[in-house]
């Protein structure tokens, strides 16, 4: 009997997972409130050896964090909107991305290639409280010449990348 054990090397990083890693990260992507040793059991290693390879993976910067997800429709808010937005040509992109993280419905920012020099995700309770936040707030941004605004109808995928 034999066993395979894929590898994996981490960006700027000599480090290696292993098969036992990779369980260890599934289950904490399914779900990040797992007891540590519920995975120690699944796994068949002791708990202190799981946080071992989590404090591993974690200075590798393999795992980035651990977050709790709201359901922003609870809370009310039911619009979910993209933003691309196109930057005059003596724009600084610094100062817009800072005036951006001001606007809290805004929650995600991308840099991007092609028709939008900035793509943003934004949440707002309505369609009326994100045309507020168009016109009131992004539109003016200095240095922002042009918005296009694509109103999300439903969410159908929302995952983290398979390892």
Same mark, same amino acid.
């Given at each position: 009997?034999?066993?395979?054990?894929?590898?994996?090397?981490?960006?700027?990083?000599?480090?290696?997972?292993?098969?036992?890693?990779?369980?260890?990260?599934?289950?904490?992507?399914?779900?990040?409130?797992?007891?540590?040793?519920?995975?120690?059991?699944?796994?068949?290693?002791?708990?202190?050896?799981?946080?071992?390879?989590?404090?591993?993976?974690?200075?590798?910067?393999?795992?980035?964090?651990?977050?709790?997800? +709201? %359901?922003?429709? #609870?809370?009310?808010? $039911?619009?979910? *909107?993209?933003?691309?937005?196109?930057?005059?040509?003596?724009?600084?992109?610094?100062?817009?991305?800072?005036?951006?993280?001001?606007?809290?419905?805004?929650?995600?920012?991308?840099?991007?290639?092609?028709?939008?020099?900035?793509?943003?995700?934004?949440?707002?309770?309505?369609?009326?409280?994100?045309?507020?936040?168009?016109?009131?707030?992004?539109?003016? +941004? %200095?240095?922002? #010449?042009?918005?296009? $605004?694509?109103? *999300?109808?439903?969410?159908?995928?929302?995952?983290?990348?398979?390892?």
């Amino acid at each position: 009997m034999f066993s395979i054990f894929f590898i994996f090397k981490v960006k700027n990083n000599n480090m290696k997972i292993d098969g036992i890693d990779k369980k260890i990260i599934r289950s904490l992507v399914k779900d990040a409130r797992t007891p540590i040793l519920s995975i120690a059991r699944e796994v068949g290693i002791s708990g202190a050896a799981i946080h071992q390879r989590l404090r591993k993976l974690e200075k590798s910067k393999l795992i980035a964090g651990y977050h709790m997800k +709201i %359901n922003q429709s #609870s809370i009310g808010y $039911t619009t979910t *909107s993209f933003v691309g937005i196109h930057l005059e040509p003596t724009a600084v992109l610094s100062s817009i991305i800072k005036r951006l993280k001001e606007i809290p419905e805004v929650v995600e920012s991308h840099y991007t290639t092609g028709n939008y020099s900035v793509f943003v995700k934004i949440l707002n309770k309505n369609n009326q409280d994100l045309m507020r936040v168009l016109e009131t707030k992004i539109q003016q +941004i %200095n240095g922002v #010449s042009k918005i296009e $605004t694509f109103v *999300s109808l439903q969410q159908q995928i929302d995952r983290q990348i398979h390892i």
